[in-house]
Every structure is written in C-alpha cells, then in structure tokens.
C-alpha cells in the first residue's frame, strides 16, 4: 500500500463502505438509522467497531464510564495523550453521519498511521463516547461526562423508562462506575482533543466552503417567561377593555424576534415552547407562560440581547394592562477554542480545501473534555442543513476532507509542544 508520511491521505472508498457498514448495524423497527445507546444495535456497532480499531493497529478498552478507547502508544511516553472522539449513538430516527463519520475518521487515521509506518510522539487515544445524544437517562454526553468526572451521583440513579439505573447501564455497557473517580482525567491528563463532526447546519453550504474550523461551542442561556392578563368571556368582553395574554405574547415574541436579528451575526434565539390558558375558543386567554433560549459564544451578547428584550417585553405588558415574570433557568457557558488550536486547523483545512470559521450552535462530546484540555473541531456540510433525520447527508468527499484535515491536525500538533496549553 502506498504510504504518504507528510500527508495522511485517506482511502475514500474505505471511508464510504465503512461508513455503509455500521449504517447497517440498527434497529430496523425503528425509523431512519437508529442506534440507541445501551441496546443490543449498539452493542453490535461497538463489537465491530472493536475489529475495526484492532485492524487499525490500536489496542481496545473500555474505561468506568464505557467509553471504547483505541490505544496507539507514542515514542514519548512522557506526553499526555491526543485524544480524537465523537459517538455512534443516534437519535431515534436519526442519520448515518451524525457523531459516527468522527469515530470512523479517527480510525481511518489510525490504519493510515499503520500503513505509513509513522510513529507520533504522543499516544493517540481514538474515543467512541457513550450515549452522546439526549439519552432515556434524560441527559446527554454520558460518556464524556464520565471521562472527565462530571457524572455526577445524582445522575447515576436516574431511571429509564424500564426502571433500569444509569449506574447499571453503564455497568452493562462494559463500564464500572466504582471506578469513575479513580479513572476521572484531570486538566493535563489529555494533551489535547479533537473532533470532526457534520455541521448540523446550512453554514458551510451556502457559502460553498467544504471545512469549517470551529470557534467554539454556543453557551445556551434559558429563560421562563410568565404574561398573565384577566381571562373572560370572548363574546361578551369588548377589544378595547381585555387584558388579552397570548395577543400581548404576540407582540412580545416579535419584539423578541427582532432583538435576535439585531445580533444576528453573534447569537441565535428561539421561542419554542409556549403554554396558553385556558386556551379555550371562548375564552380571552388569561395566561401565556414561554421559554425561550439565547446561543452565543459570548456570554455579554446574551445578556444585551436579553435586556433589550426584557426592557421592551415589560412596556408592552405595561401598555396592554399586562403582569410580566422572568425567570432565568439555566445558563451553560460557552466553549471557546483556543487561539494556537483554531490557528493550526484553520491552516489543517486550508491545506485541503476551502475553510471557514464558524461557531457550534450544537452541544458535542467536545464541551465535556474542554473542562480537562483543550479542544479542536472541524465540521464538514451537512446537505440542506439538516441532521437528526434520515435524510441526513454529507458527501464522502467531504467525509474524506475532514478526515485528511484531522490527520494534517494531528501530525503538526504532535509536533508541537503542548505542555502548558491548558492553563492559558
Ligand atoms: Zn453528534
């Protein structure tokens, strides 16, 4: 086999039948691709995908919180291992790319690796993360969570449907939650980690770039809004005497609307759910209690887009005769990968097709393991935009791009000196 030791270049045909081949591996009674995490589909994808790494030339584990780890030892020993990551679980209904082309480049990189004959300096760790998408258990990125400790007590009593504990779950996966604390990876313990993903967006698409090098990973700031007005009879009560709730949430959710364009280019802001009461088609609605959320990668932008909303939220209120109550209820924060980070894969991409930056409107493994070390992310487009569908698709060239892009990643990273990385 031809070997391209400056240049990892993968093997798109490869890439394409192993990408078809776990395709396959799902619960056909479900729609789309499914592969649900702690079912016997997964337990099947994880078994091939063992053979997978093993052919690949890595040494397979499996740590407390199940995540399978493919082991390729560096000439130093003394460095923290590269870790490259994403997940093989799918939402119910869910596509072939989402999370898996991630895994899969990785050990595309790894036999490339073998074939070559390159040895790295550090270890490269190839991580297939348990349960990453919102799982039965009610939270997500399970596996990443384990990995760096934040699987918290509270977390592994929670039931599924079936009365069964994540605790078990994960037990039964191949995990030991016993040992979590001792195996819990610390600031250091990773030199750095990186992840090729779809986009899940029309980004890269629409501007006809092939590469994304991600900036960071939106905070989500969420808010519960209460308008209550006066229900009443809707023949009987005149329109110039209602305290009419959801006609004032109308108007409030435009207001909304236009405080998130006004940022358009920094943050994105969504009303998606909304409760009406009575809602009855006789009565003037009485109550109208909506959440809303704010993404953006700076915290500050949030905030101004917030108050804004929440100034001009309350003179409507006030004008229509309206009570108004916020409630903050939760705020994550963003995930800002670093200047040397985004500098080198910006440049990763650039040596194999046109890139741009973008920041992750969605969550990944990624924000799990940026609380140990520091992370890189390459996207690759997503057909239409869209993903957590079956018609999820990203062309294999571009499957291939992204995969020739974390090679070149790595290759200049391992070169580099990491140390102290994580502290600035
Ligand atoms: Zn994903």
Redesign the pocket.
Known sequence: MESNVDRLIPHISRLQANIEQLSTIINPSKPGWTRRPFTDEYDSGRRWLIEQMQEAGLTVSIDAASNLIGSLPGSDPALAPIMIG??TDTVTGGGRF??II?VLAGIEIARLLLESGKRLRHTLQIVDFTA??PSEFGISTIGSRGMVGNLTETMLELRDDTGLKLADAINRQGGDVSLLNIQARKPGDVALYLEL??E?GPVLEQSGNRLGAVLGIVGIHRYRVQISGAPNHAGTTPMTLRHDALAGFCEIGLAFERHCLHYAKDAVGTIGKLTNEPNASNVVPGLVRFDLEIRSLNHEISDAVYAAFADEASDIAARRGLDLSFECLSKSDAVIVKEQVLEQVLAACASVAPVISLPSG?G?DANQLARIAPIGMIFVPSKDGRSHCPEEWTDIQDVAAGTQALGEALLWFDAADLSGWQDD
Request: proline share 0%; charged share 25%; net charge negative.
């Open positions: 994403s997940h989402d999370g991630g990453e998408e993903h779809i899940q969605a990944h």
